[in-house]
């Protein structure tokens, strides 16, 4: 880590900050982070709704889909990427192509980070004791206000936990996008692949730049989570005291 | 969303048939790709397994200074690129990186060599075991340890017959999903490894290379191997799971 501070600081922090806000640089690290920013969003929502209906709705088969949801970590990234390209590719079998779009590199982010939400919100769902919800129902709450009050304070930790790690995980990720970004430059090519053809290209300070970028970002990432498990601990420390 | 991908693949593999998939796979170069995999898998699946137990020992038995930062460095890899993760070694071991040159001298192949891409495998696959026994030694609690140290148990005897059992399916769990990320590694790879055909190239590396060169037919056939092993992953993870769950 400390040599790729080093690698980049080489220049100087003129030269650092010339490589960063070339433009190409510049395109590459805003659509890696916004296309993340995305998946994280529809993460939030979606990852929660499936751990929702894995937790509290039978229905045939559950086991099943519980088990696939856990795909994305044993498939490897770049199957994922070849076999979403022939699904939504120029021989699509759905009659949807977006190949080499960045419609394609949202949906190959949002295959591989769809487990974290669902893995984070899962086990506090479980623990989640189903009196206090049944308590403000009793009182006259509506569906809406139980969610809101009761439930939604409790899993929110695990929600922002679990979308921070597939915000991490979009921006850095390469293995899926390499094939089915196309990675035309300013348009579908990502940090990572950005750094992957300038050290393929022989620019070492360019691509020790932008990775120092991603590594902050990493960092903080990092950093939030502890804060969030911090937060989250001491609440239980005080409920366990009571 | 989830199946469909799995299904392509193995249409995708068989549509010229079974023939053409078997040439594909069986290419000298893919055969030495799948075995340069496995053998980057077998030295550092054991490597991480160990470092997985004594860091999860370490982060729930032990106080000790810096365990913060520790603690933080399991997480690093998860939340990290792995080109970056690829980037950095290579500016460390590369000819003029800081290590670079005395290997260089020493006559000592790191990158483009296995050694770094042992290296980058062993780092992006780091936290899997350690982030499933943690949670496991604060459950059980150390009551029969200490029950054990009180009636003259050594260190090594109170692990091995004490805490050892009690983790031993958040272990095999871990090593479950250590294997397939070791497995399927790409990005950080991609970077020290060169991609010399024959020599350098993983099983995924070799399947983006047969996609370049417009060989889709060894390229999904490659995809296809890696995909039931990823199926063979999760039905490992259905059978374990009980298990760990009921200790």
Known sequence: MAALVWESSKEGAGGFWEVVTSPQAVAALKLSLGAAA????????????????????????????????????ALPTIVAGLTLLALYGPTSPVGINVAFTRTAIVLALLFVTLP????TV????LELDKEMEEAARSLGASERVVFTRVVLPNILPGILSGVALAFARAVGEIGSLVIISGSLPYKTEVASVYILTRIEGGDRAGAAAVAVVLLVVSFAVILGIGILRHFATRHEAALEER | MLIGPLAMVFWRTFEHGADAAWNALTQPET?????????IAAIAVPLNTVFGVVAALAIV????????????????????????????????????????????????????????MVLATVFVSLPFVAREVVPTLREIGDEQEQAAKTLGASGWQTFRRITLPAIRWAVVYGVVLTTARCLGEYGAVAVVSGRIQGETETATLRVEERYDSFDLAGAYAISLVL?????LVLVAMIVIKPREESG
């Not at chain 1, 929502?45 to 751990?51: L, N, P, Q, Y």
């Not at chain 2, 399991?74 to 792995?82: E, H, K, R, T, V």
């Open chain 2, 31 to 39: 055969i030495h790709a799948f075995k340069l995999t496995l053998l």
């Open chain 2, 61 to 116: 038995r032990r106080r000790f200074p810096g365990k913060g930062l520790l603690n933080a460095y399991i997480d690093l890899p998860l939340a990290l690129s792995p080109v970056v993760v690829g980037l950095s070694l290579f500016l460390l071991y590369g000819r003029d990186g800081w290590f670079g040159g005395w290997l260089e001298r020493n006559g000592i192949d790191v990158l483009f060599a296995l050694p770094a």
């Open chain 2, 227 to 231: 995909a039931v092993v990823a199926v």
């Open chain 1, 116 to 119: 974290f939400v669902v893995r």
């Open chain 1, 38 to 73: 995305v998946v994280a969003l529809v993460n939030a929502v979606v990852g929660t709704v499936i751990a929702w209906v894995l937790v509290r709705d039978e229905f045939p088969g559950k086991s099943i889909v519980n088990s696939i949801i856990d795909l994305p970590f």
């Open chain 1, 122 to 125: 899962q086990p506090v769902l």
